[in-house]
């Protein structure tokens, strides 16, 4: 993500390589997430509620860079990744409800908000869907919902992290939790971006 970001707003995206990386940056935050949703006792322990909040705060964080970066259509859309994941988790959240109705109706308009749109979404969903109950139903589905981010991508780069999501579904790791590192992280690392930027701008360089 970073390296994809440094090529965008530093070097204006010249660098194939690195945007090519940074499709896979979106498919494996939603595997993590959707599979830390996932845990039986989610709905019961309110972690849907917490997730949300977090997500709203550091997403309203990340704003001012992410603006001030640009690149947006009208210079405020789309909002960005960590809205797409909160609309994610407030989705995921009505289904664990028993809410579909209203869990479609915040997929179709939460998705037309924010950024990798209704793909991104629907690839949370499947992942939380598999990780609770695992079905070729929901495995193919979630591999279609990461090829159609070839559609906001313009490349099929997404795909080529499905390998690492396979194996991470299946691999019992135990690990320790750091649930705020990419919180903190994202809008702190746009915001370090934004300031590297000032400089060159100073010295001449051209953003697009």
């Known amino acids: ?35 830390n949703l996932a845990r039986p006792d989610s709905l019961a322990r309110g972690v849907y509620r917490r997730t949300a909040g977090r997500l709203v705060a550091f997403g309203v964080l990340a704003t001012p860079a992410f603006i ?21 988790t407030v989705v995921i959240h ?16 939460g998705g037309a908000l924010v950024e990798f749109w209704w793909p991104a979404i629907g690839l949370c969903v499947m992942v939380w869907l598999y990780a609770r109950r695992p079905s070729w139903t929901c495995l193919a589905l ?46 702190v690392h746009l915001m370090g971006i934004w300031l590297i930027r000032i ?3 100073k010295a001449g360089y051209l953003f697009f």
């Not at 947006?72 to 909160?86: H, K, M, Q, S, W």
């Not at 009505?94 to 109706?105: E, F, G, M």
């Open 142 to 187: 979630g591999i279609v919902c990461c090829a159609s981010l070839q559609v906001v991508n313009g490349n099929a780069w997404a795909l080529a992290a499905i390998p690492v999501l396979l194996v991470a579904m299946r691999w019992k790791l135990t690990m320790r939790r750091h649930r705020w590192v990419f919180h903190v992280y994202y809008p």
């Open 199 to 201: 400089p060159m701008a």
């Open 1 to 35: 993500m970073t390296i994809d970001h440094v090529n965008k707003y530093l070097f204006n995206g010249t660098y194939p390589a690195a945007f090519a990386a940074g499709r896979l940056a979106l498919p494996i935050f939603a595997l993590v997430m959707a599979y």
């Open 94 to 109: 009505l289904l664990d409800c028993d809410q579909p109705a209203a869990a479609v109706t915040v997929f179709g308009i």
């Open 68 to 88: 001030a970066l640009g690149g947006l259509v009208a210079g405020i859309y789309p909002l960005n990744i960590v809205f797409t994941l909160l609309v994610a």
